[in-house]
T-cell receptor, first 114, second 110 residues
């Protein structure tokens, strides 16, 4: 079974802090994704990566950056956290670049910015 | 533009059948996924349709009509554990990304 592990289930940070969310997958998947999930808005794609050191902006990249130094690890960075970034963050991975295979999700990190 | 619509909430009775509808508009459509998400947990894959028709997998079935931009998820013999959010997601756009609906929260009552 594919395992996608997010480093924290719950995280509380302060406005202006630099925040790192880590995600690791154990199935050698090329493709990794970061979403945020908010009530009434569903999952929205922040960034994705098709390979090591590759990154592509999703639908809402503002205020975020990512890092993919190793194939198994995809990090989401909040450069200067703001209260509107309080959300549930979900990481996902898949081997398929054509969108025909399911993405496998981590359990999520519930991030609160005070 | 790209848009996915599904009902916000539904209620059904244990043992019954429920149908959750999803309509979509997306360029370069390349298939439709259904995921189940229990509160506080990761979304888990239920089904994928790329061709018109019905795909059956145990108590769950999913239907797709590409010409109508329409899909539904059918849950039979409902159990209390089926209480969850059901997420419809279309594959589309230039990079074959998933575009998610807001999810349908299903409450199964005794």
């Amino acid at each position: 079974d594919v395992k996608v592990t997010q480093s924290s289930r719950y995280l509380v940070k302060r406005t202006g802090e630099k925040v790192f969310l880590e995600c690791v997958q154990d199935m050698d998947h090329e493709n990794m994704f970061w979403y945020r999930q908010d009530p009434g808005l569903g999952l929205r794609l922040i960034y994705f990566s098709y390979d090591v050191k590759m990154k592509e902006k999703g639908d809402i990249p503002e205020g975020y950056s990512v890092s993919r130094e190793k194939k198994e690890r995809f990090s989401l960075i909040l450069e200067s956290a703001s209260t509107n970034q309080t959300s549930m963050y979900l990481c996902a991975s898949t081997w398929d670049s054509w969108g025909n295979q399911p993405q496998h999700f981590g359990d999520g990190t519930r991030l609160s910015i005070l | 533009g790209q848009n996915i619509d599904q009902p916000t909430e539904m209620t059904a009775t244990e043992g019954a059948i429920v149908q959750i509808n999803c309509t979509y508009q997306t360029s370069g459509f390349n298939g439709l996924f259904w995921y189940q998400q229990h509160a506080g947990e990761a979304p888990t894959f239920l089904s994928y349709n790329v061709l018109d028709g019905l795909e059956e997998k145990g108590r769950f079935s999913s239907f797709l009509s590409r010409s109508k931009g329409y899909s539904y998820l059918l849950l039979k013999e409902l159990q209390m554990k089926d209480s969850a959010s059901y997420l419809c997601a279309a594959v589309g756009g230039a990079t074959n990304k998933l575009i998610f609906g807001t999810g349908t929260l299903l409450a199964v009552q005794p």
